[in-house]
C-alpha cells in the first residue's frame, strides 16, 4: 500500500487559522476543510475535517466505515495538492466486493461527512483484552495535557490510541469520528495490531462512533463522556469494552468484553 499526499507540505499550517472579533483582536479558530474521496472512480465519501493528515484520514475512514477489510485492500492513496480529492485504488479482489456495492447518501457525523457506498454487511466480533484502570488513566492525563489543536481553537476532539500503557499516537480533528479515523489511520499505516490497541476519545460513544471501533477491530473504546443506548447494545453485541472515565476519576464499565462468552467474540486467524 501507498499513500501519496501531494498536499502534505501545505496543508499542516493551515489547521489553524486567525479571525479577527468585531472590534477585537483576532483568535485563533479550527480550519474547515472539505474533501471528496474516490474509490476506483466511483465517487465513496465526502468529508469536512481539519486539513492535516489527510492520508490517515482516508486509510482509517475506509476501514471504520466497512469499506475495506484491512490495509492490503488498497493498492493506493493518492491525495491532491489541495486536499480536496483523494483517489483510492483497490486491489483486484476488494475492488470486486465494491462492483455491485449500492449507491448511498446518508450522514456518518456532525460534521457533515456523507457516506456514498454501502458497507460491507455484518458488524465483527472482536477479541477482547484483559485491561487495566491504569492504561485509562494515562491517556487521559496526556489528553489533558497535549491537545495542540485544542489550546489553539478550544474547538477540537482528540483520539488516543494507546497499546497497554504506551502512548502510541494521538490525533486532533473538528469532528470526532475524524480523530478516532486518524488515529486508525496512523495505525494501519504503521503496521500496528489494533487488536491489541485501545482508543481513547474526547467524544460521546453514540452507535456510529463504537461501529468504528468494532470495525478496526480495537478491543476497548473509552471516553469523558458517555454513549448511548445504542452503542452500548453494539457493544455487547460484538464484545467491545465500552467504559466512561469521569471527571473525578470513577469508571463506568457499560461492557466489559473479557466477561463475554469468548465463543463469541473471539477472531478466527485471518478473518481479518
Known sequence: MRI???SADRHLECAVQAVPQNGGPALGVAAEHRMEIIINERPAMRVVCTPEHLGELV??????EGLIGGPGDIEEIYICEMGTRARVLLRKEAAAQLTGAESVDIGTCCT???TLLAARAGMPHVRPIVWERDWLLRAAERMRREEPLYGATHAAHGCYLAMGAEILCCRE????HNALDKAVGWACAQGVDLRKCLLFTTGRMPSDMVSKAIRSGVPL??????PSDLGIEMARQSGLTLITLRPNGDFCVWNDGTECDPSENQ?????R
Open 267 to 271: 477472531l478466527q486467524e485471518g478473518e
Open 173 to 176: 480533528d473538528i469532528g470526532r
Open 112 to 114: 457533515d461527512n456523507r
Open 4 to 6: 501519496i499526499d501531494c
Open 59 to 64: 486509510l482509517g475512514r475506509l476501514l471504520t
Open 221 to 226: 473504546l473509552a471516553s469523558k463522556t458517555y
